[in-house]
């Protein structure tokens, strides 16, 4: 079975610009949740999406918003994006709405100049 | 509130010698713990996790026991191997469900 995929792989923006990163959940999994990593930092949670609804937000601005759709992949866009928006996406996807069991993508390396 | 402290990195070992990789927690009530591995290149994997106090998780020849006393999760494995470089992640959920709470990342390298 396939596992999490994201796409695209790199993407290189620039400042004020807007962003849309893609995920694929594992086939069967309701659930998909974003994390933020910065070279050097451990992932930070976004967002968590479980049957289309926003079930948990992490501490980021408005800028950042997503949505799942009806066949449970999701987007993360940021707008007006800044130099500190430079990071490593990743996409964690999970059978339920606990998180306990997620499995994460290769992740989508975003780079603002 | 909740965070999570790792041993700085990086770490570098012999083929064969033993590995620990500290972990400490600071949290409300009674967290889930996890350690990550990541791969080069690639996405996190889970590589084990503990639900409750004294539970000891075990994966691929690698071990952490919850200590709620000290606070503590070090992750151990009695002889690596050079595929174990990688960077080492623990982590929490503060409730049973709840989105995880990463340390900063041990990085592993393993010379033969």
């Known amino acids: 079975d396939a596992g999490v995929t994201q796409s695209p792989t790199h993407l290189i923006k620039t400042r004020g610009q807007q962003v849309t990163l893609r995920c694929s959940p594992i086939s069967g999994h309701k659930s998909v949740s974003w994390y933020q990593q910065v070279l050097g930092q451990g992932p930070q949670f976004i967002f968590q999406?479980?049957?289309?609804?926003?079930?948990g937000r992490g501490n980021f601005p408005d800028r950042f918003s997503a949505r799942q759709f009806p066949n449970y992949s999701s987007e993360l866009n940021v707008n007006a994006l800044l130099l500190g928006d430079s990071a490593l996406y990743l996409c964690?996807?999970?059978?339920?709405?606990?998180?306990?069991?997620?499995?994460f993508g290769p992740g989508t390396r975003l780079t603002v100049t | 509130g909740n965070s999570v402290t790792q041993m700085e990195g990086p770490v570098t070992l012999s083929e064969e010698a033993f590995l620990t990789i500290n972990c400490t927690y600071t949290a409300t009530g009674y967290p889930s713990l996890f350690w990550y591995v990541q791969y080069p290149g690639e996405g996190l994997q889970l590589l084990l996790k503990a639900t409750k106090a004294d539970d000891k998780g075990s994966n691929k020849g690698f071990e952490a026991t919850y200590r709620k006393e000290t606070t503590s999760f070090h992750l151990e494995k009695g002889s690596v191997q050079v595929s174990d470089s990688a960077v080492y992640f623990c982590a929490l959920s503060p409730q049973t469900g709840t989105a995880l709470i990463f340390g900063k990342g041990t990085t592993l390298s393993v010379s033969s």
């Open positions: 999406y479980y049957e289309k609804e926003e079930r």
């Open positions: 964690a996807s999970s059978s339920g709405a606990a998180l306990d069991e997620q499995y």
